[in-house]
């Protein structure tokens, strides 16, 4: 090999230590031996023994062994970012691509200060060949170095251990070394179409960008709070600086310096308020200047927080599913890809959170029976039973067994049934699942973590319709017949759908606007102080 005979002497000092740390977890690559100085369309090709040198003194890229040792071995070791005539179009196109991540994102961690002089030095100053050669190899394996870092952040998300905190969705999985394998082949300014993102990404990213900007824009003045709210036709200097902020965030389409509460400031407030979760009535009151007053600076966090968990979740596809997304209070209901229809929830209250999982729907059980938690039975049940020997009877409930001196009860079936007309089960450790409620009334609330853990959702009639559609023998009254029976009736789906309990306090939505939403559970803090530790 060309490089051989300036690397044989190091080579030989580090052969035993090479040896010695580096053994391939999943065995030596198979060598493309068909890569040779005569078919290759490069001279330039690395000593093995100088790969494992390198490893062995950045330990930054110690958890890419195996990726540095594959991507190398499948090439027979020939230079990736580095051809005769000098550095290749694909390691241009890559570190533009790094530049704009830490312009975008804001983000210089991933920054390798010595990588970029060392590329300025080949540019810009002249080496005798012995050094350059050295210089060239090491900017080499740096890049390739960068690539997985940038890649794993990027596509993968942060080296956070998303279990602590509440993610319980197993996270997307890339193949960092057929991504770099991909990006150098077809020398692609854009690995995406490699390495897809969910379609969440690019439009969180597009705001991010618009947010940043914006910071210096609106400042840290604040909104004073209101003695009574303020509807159409009232006058205040305060409508103002309402108007301007509006105008900033983007609910306000013309700049209006009038004091006037008019028809264009009410359906500004009202895309406000919807973005922001809150009651659409178009009136301001102290819980929307709240919101406007949230700094920008919070936002930009906000979006940050939630770009890594959009990092986590698979790219999207063309299939069913249901997503609910418990700081919306909403169900999303996907068919072919395409979003079918809302449904508004009840979700785990702050102090019965809703576990953030997968699984997938399999039964519709009508007319059930609620097996009441242990918990609930000990900390509700029983001392009620104290207070009323009448009360198991009066809730339509029973005693089944025991376990221990605990008793084991279950609500009949029937409309005051806590579970309702019906529920949906995917199978799961956290005994979560989909029901109905005969509170329905809860449903008119803006604030609706209000249930011991499952997800309450408001027209699971429609849901029952829609999940058992493809059997012609489930009518409407045929579901309505089996939402009143004395006894459970089980059905099982039969192509399950895939169940996605997530937690994002911001997105954007089907018409491009975005949202935010309370950290109802804490969760956005605990992930940030991990997020922005450095």
């Known amino acids: 090999m060309k490089t051989r005979a300036l690397f ?115 540019e810009t100053k002249k080496m005798d060949r012995s050094k350059k050669e050295s210089v060239i190899l090491r900017t080499e394996l740096l890049l390739t170095g960068q690539f997985f870092e940038y890649a794993a952040k ?89 108007k301007k902020r509006l105008l900033l965030l983007g609910d306000l389409p013309q700049p209006d310096s009038s004091a006037l509460f008019d028809s264009s400031l009410l359906i500004a407030c009202k895309s406000f308020q919807k973005r922001m979760g809150l009651s659409i009535d178009g009136v301001i009151g102290n819980r929307m200047i709240a919101e406007l007053n949230v700094p920008i600076s919070k936002r930009i966090r906000q979006l940050l927080i939630n770009l890594e968990r959009v990092r986590w979740m698979p790219a999207d596809n063309d299939s069913n599913y249901i997503l609910v997304n418990i700081p919306e209070y909403k169900m999303h209901v996907y068919d072919s890809g395409k979003l079918y229809f809302d449904m508004n929830v009840i979700v785990g209250s702050a102090a019965n959170s809703s576990v953030i999982f997968s699984g997938k729907l399999k039964y519709v059980v009508f007319s059930p029976y609620w097996n009441l938690p242990e918990s609930i039975v000990q900390k509700e049940v029983m001392p009620s039973i104290q207070k009323n020997k009448n009360y198991l009877s009066k809730n339509h409930m029973e005693i089944t067994g025991y376990s221990g001196k605990i008793p084991i009860i279950r609500q009949m079936p029937g409309p005051g049934n806590s579970l309702g007309l019906v529920k949906f089960l995917f199978p799961n450790n956290y005994n979560i699942y989909l029901h109905d409620t005969p509170n329905r009334e809860l449903f008119s609330q803006s604030s609706r973590g209000l249930s011991h853990g499952c997800i309450r959702i408001a027209d699971p009639k429609k849901f029952a319709a829609y999940l058992l559609r493809s059997d012609t023998s489930w009518t409407s009254q045929s579901i309505d017949e089996a939402m009143h029976l004395s006894k459970e009736k089980w059905v099982t789906i039969k192509k399950p759908v895939p169940v996605f309990l997530v937690y994002f306090t911001s997105w954007v939505d089907q018409t491009g606007v975005l949202n935010f939403r309370k950290d109802i559970y804490g969760h956005d803090e605990k992930m940030g102080e991990k997020l922005f530790a450095r």
């Open 8 to 122: 044989i002497f190091i080579a030989s000092i580090l052969f035993f230590q090479s040896c010695k740390y580096f053994k391939n977890k999943k065995g030596a690559a198979k060598r493309d031996t068909s890569i040779t100085k005569k078919t290759s369309f490069n001279s330039l090709f690395i000593d093995s023994f100088y790969l494992d040198d390198f490893i062995a003194r950045n330990a930054q890229y110690e958890s890419y062994i195996d990726q540095f040792k594959d991507f190398y071995s499948h090439r027979n070791y020939e230079f990736a970012w580095f051809d005769t005539a000098g550095l290749s179009e694909q390691a241009r196109n890559f570190i533009n691509l790094q530049n704009n991540y830490v312009a975008e994102f804001q983000d210089s961690s991933i920054i390798n200060k010595e990588l970029q002089k060392l590329i300025d030095t080949l």
């Open 154 to 242: 990027v596509y993968k998300g942060s080296d956070i251990n998303a279990a602590e905190l509440g993610w319980f969705i197993p996270r997307k999985k890339i193949d960092l070394t057929a991504l770099l394998d991909a990006t150098i082949s077809s020398k692609t300014t854009d690995p995406d179409q490699y390495a897809p993102q969910n379609s969440q990404y690019k439009k969180l990213q597009e705001y991010l960008s618009k947010y940043i900007s914006l910071e210096n824009k609106v400042g840290s003045d604040t909104i004073a709070y209101l003695r009574k709210p303020i509807k159409k036709g009232d006058s205040s200097l305060i409508i103002t600086g309402i």
